[in-house]
């Protein structure tokens, strides 16, 4: 992480009167997991816990309850999109912003599917992550410049070779309600939050609980799964 915006303002919820948000950050290299965790406190977010390894993050995240882990991948133990999917499957409503000094296709398509929110490279600057952790704990997706076309672009490989419905067309499955398919309409665009929000005049709380809402009549767990359910069914070309 460069230190170009070291010390700049805007991070937690500092002057809002919102609690901070809640951030663990886990990574192999104690320099670095202690900058990127003093960063963080020092523009406003709470840094509830840190870890070193796989395995400590897993068990940690489940103790401390942070809104947004910061991991690295490269860990020792368990690998970071083990120690993603395990933590999202334990609490769904953690948001996972991977920070990696890996810009590999591979690594940022993997992450997703394994659950993560947003992937920023090492190279991003402190006002950046910052902008990152803010952006992760609201629910909307934040990648590196360059990575957001290539995550759709997987969106609608998947959707080339539809997976089954999660209610397997069966009789009587879960209706959405005409607002719960237009949010979803407009997550399949790839629009964030705060913009559906804008575009459709209400309040970017109501869009996540929304979200919310349609994940668990569609009985699915992420967005990345929602995206593609949306896709396989031409939301995205409306």
């Known amino acids: 992480m460069t230190d170009t915006a070291a010390g700049a303002t805007g991070g937690g919820a500092a002057g809002s009167g919102r609690a901070p948000v809640r951030v663990m950050v886990v990574d192999d290299h104690p320099m670095w997991r202690d900058a990127v965790a003093r960063d963080l406190s020092e523009s406003g ?25 910061v991991l690295d991948l490269n860990l020792p133990g368990k690998p970071g999109v083990q120690v993603c999917k395990e933590v999202v499957a334990a609490d769904p409503a953690l948001r996972v912003l991977v920070l990696s000094a890996s810009g590999e296709h591979a690594d940022v398509l993997e992450a997703v599917k394994s659950g993560a929110t947003g992937y920023l490279l090492k190279s991003a600057s402190t006002q950046e992550l910052q902008d990152a952790v803010r952006r992760t704990a609201a629910g909307d997706p934040v990648f ?14 998947l959707a080339s070779d539809p997976a089954p419905a999660p209610d397997g067309g069966a009789p009587g499955a879960p209706r959405l309600t005409d607002r719960e398919t237009e949010v979803l309409r407009l997550v399949a665009k790839g629009l964030s939050y705060k913009q559906i ?7 970017h709380r109501t869009v996540q609980n929304h979200v919310q809402n349609t994940l668990g ?6 967005r990345v799964e929602l995206v593609r359910y949306a896709i396989e069914r031409g939301l995205d070309d409306e």
């Open 45 to 69: 977010f709470e840094v509830v816990a840190t870890a070193g390894d796989g395995e400590q993050a897993v068990r940690r995240a489940g103790a401390a309850a942070p809104d947004v882990l």
């Open 144 to 157: 590196t410049p360059g990575l957001a076309g290539l995550v759709l672009g997987e969106y609608r490989r």
């Open 217 to 222: 009549k569609l009985q699915l767990h992420n």
């Open 197 to 203: 929000a804008e575009r459709l005049v209400i309040s």
